[in-house]
């Protein structure tokens, strides 16, 4: 036993080098640990090169506010190269009554800028719409439910996914959209319909109370004389209160892109 010495300061720090240098180290992990989930629930929109010649804006995914695993990288980047495959591919071969590419990308631009994850589309023939509608939801962390009445379209549609590697994130139902519509529960944030025309409005009326605040109608083949049921169906859209309405979208057939804000 040695002599006791008083307890300097001095001699309070060094006894205690091992504890200090200890509670040195949790602190620095700690610091650490505070910085990397500061860094990660600011997890910023990320620029990404998506469809040939657009620079996405990609919102943060399931999960944000984790930093991006590499894996989910590498998953992400997988996916875009056999999407960007299958729509290079088939580019031509789209005869069912398909949206042209530029609809098409509008659509991708729509649900990844604002960021939607829940989607309905109506009128899914064999599927091209709904691909670029899909793959935005790829990466906002969505899913889309799509519906065709036609048993060949949807079967070969189903195929399209498969090849396109975006099954996961589409829900396709063989079903009438007069019935199954009203019967959905909701709410979506992103909408778009492409079947019947002079059903058009009845869609709206039936959506419209499941479409969240922020949330996004749009419909296809809008342009042209405002007679039937077009003119009934944009009458209705611009009448219908905190709704803002414009006609986007290609010149030979146009989307209507309807913003609910209230
Ligand atoms: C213009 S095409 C859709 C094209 C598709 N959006 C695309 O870009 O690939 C319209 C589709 O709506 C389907 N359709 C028409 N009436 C329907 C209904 N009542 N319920 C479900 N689908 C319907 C048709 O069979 C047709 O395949």
């Known amino acids: ?34 910085g990397v989930r500061a860094v990660s629930s600011s997890v910023p929109a990320q620029e990404r090169v998506g469809p040939a010649g657009v620079t996405e804006v990609v919102a943060p995914e399931e999960g944000a506010g984790q930093m991006p695993g590499a894996q989910d990288r590498l998953a992400q980047d997988e996916l875009d190269v056999r999407v960007r495959r299958f729509l290079d591919e088939s580019r031509r071969r789209w005869r069912d ?31 091209h719409s709904a691909i670029w509608i899909a793959w935005a939801l790829s990466k906002t962390g969505g899913k889309l439910i799509t519906i065709e009445i036609d048993e060949g379209r949807y079967r070969q549609a189903l195929r399209n996914f498969e090849e396109a590697g975006l099954s996961d994130y589409i829900d396709a139902r063989l079903a009438n959209a007069h019935d199954l519509v009203p019967a959905l529960e909701g709410p979506f944030d992103f909408v778009f319909v492409d079947a019947d025309k002079d059903w058009y409005t009845r869609y709206f009326r039936a959506i419209l109370p499941k479409l969240e605040v922020g949330g996004c109608f749009t419909a296809h083949n809008v342009r042209g004389r405002r007679t039937g049921w077009l003119r009934e169906f944009l009458e209705v859209l611009e009448s219908t209160p905190n709704l803002e309405t414009e006609i986007r979208g290609s010149r030979r057939s146009g989307v209507s892109v309807s913003f609910k804000r209230g």
């Open 1 to 34: 036993m040695g002599r006791k010495r008083p307890l300097t300061h001095h001699r309070l720090l060094r006894d205690n080098r091992g504890a200090a240098v200890a509670v040195f180290g949790i602190g620095a992990l700690a610091f650490l640990a505070l």
């Open 97 to 127: 009554q398909n949206v042209p590419e530029e609809d098409g990308r509008l659509l991708y631009d729509l649900i990844v800028d604002h960021g939607y994850t829940r989607a309905l589309e109506v009128g899914t023939s064999t599927g």
